[in-house]
Nanobody
Framework: QVQLVESGGGLVQPGESLRLSCAAS????????MRWYRQAPGKEREFVAS????????NYADSVKGRFTISRDNAKSTVYLFMNSLKPEDTAVYYC??????????????WGQGTQVTVSS
């Protein structure tokens, strides 16, 4: 059974930092790219960052580029999101995500339960 468990969220002041973690289990973590998404109240879920299976390629939303860093530790089956210079507009529930095609070619999507990040003075 695939599980993605996020942790590390909390309440911080503007300009502070947080590190989110997503512990994966139930699949061969090192074979798959991983992503972070977020959803603010009243808004649609949006892409934040992605990392390829062997950490060669990373991508970021323009809104977080230069402030957030995604990384992974395949030995620990964990993906991280380092968030620096946090702003109130970064307030959201942050979700870990991965996807693949099953043996029939059907898309399989896996989401974590999310972790709340609140940036407020």
């Amino acid at each position: 059974q695939v599980q993605l468990v996020e942790s590390g969220g909390g309440l911080v002041q503007p300009g502070e930092s947080l590190r989110l973690s997503c512990a994966a289990s139930g699949f061969t973590f090192s074979n798959y790219a991983m992503r972070w998404y977020r959803q603010a109240p009243g808004k649609e879920r949006e892409f934040v960052a992605s990392i390829s299976a062997v950490s060669i390629t990373t991508n970021y939303a323009d809104s977080v580029k230069g402030r957030f860093t995604i990384s992974r530790d395949n030995a620990k089956s964990t993906v991280y999101l380092f968030m620096n210079s946090l702003k109130p507009e970064d307030t959201a529930v942050y979700y870990c995500y991965t996807t693949w095609r099953d043996f029939r070619g059907a898309k399989v999507e896996n989401w974590g339960q999310g972790t709340q990040v609140t940036v407020s003075s």
